[in-house]
């Protein structure tokens, strides 16, 4: 009796490289896609600050505090697409995954963005 395909091995495991699985091709498409939601979030909360909340802050500060959205989105989105690459040819070749440089970056630029917003909301 033959049995069914296991769909958890992967041709790879013979240690030759080639094209990666389907299933981890899309979810390395679907980080990337993530990537992108997150600048446009920080982009919509950098434009809302500016435009939506002038009783927070004075002018320039709420400029700032936009901006820092903003500029974040742009580094996130900037990278975005050469992640995906280097991740997909890793997959490919079937080697190690990069470091992913994006994530500190992300968290210590929304930790400055969310401090800056709290000192805002407190002294408003």
Same mark, same amino acid.
């Given at each position: 009796?033959?049995?069914?395909?296991?769909?958890? =091995?992967?041709?790879?495991?013979?240690?030759?490289?080639?094209?990666?699985?389907? $299933? %981890?091709?899309?979810?390395?498409? $679907? /980080? %990337?896609? *993530?990537?992108?939601?997150?600048?446009?979030?920080? #982009?919509?909360?950098?434009?809302?600050?500016?435009?939506?909340?002038?009783?927070?802050? =004075?002018?320039?500060? $709420? /400029?700032?505090?936009?901006? !820092?959205?903003?500029?974040?989105?742009?580094?996130?989105? *900037?990278?975005?697409?050469?992640?995906?690459? /280097?991740?997909?040819?890793?997959? =490919? $070749?079937?080697?190690?995954?990069?470091?992913? #440089?994006?994530?500190? #970056? !992300?968290?210590?630029?929304?930790? #400055?963005?969310?401090?800056? *917003?709290?000192?805002?909301?407190?002294?408003?």
């Amino acid at each position: 009796m033959q049995q069914p395909p296991d769909h958890a =091995s992967h041709d790879e495991d013979d240690g030759t490289a080639g094209e990666p699985d389907h $299933r %981890f091709t899309l979810a390395n498409e $679907r /980080t %990337f896609l *993530a990537w992108l939601r997150t600048a446009l979030g920080l #982009v919509a909360g950098g434009v809302a600050i500016q435009q939506l909340v002038p009783g927070l802050a =004075s002018e320039v500060t $709420r /400029t700032v505090l936009a901006a !820092l959205c903003i500029g974040l989105a742009l580094v996130i989105a *900037a990278a975005a697409y050469p992640r995906w690459r /280097t991740v997909q040819r890793a997959m =490919s $070749r079937g080697g190690p995954l990069p470091r992913n #440089v994006l994530l500190p #970056v !992300l968290g210590f630029g929304i930790a #400055v963005i969310t401090a800056l *917003a709290l000192v805002l909301v407190i002294t408003a």
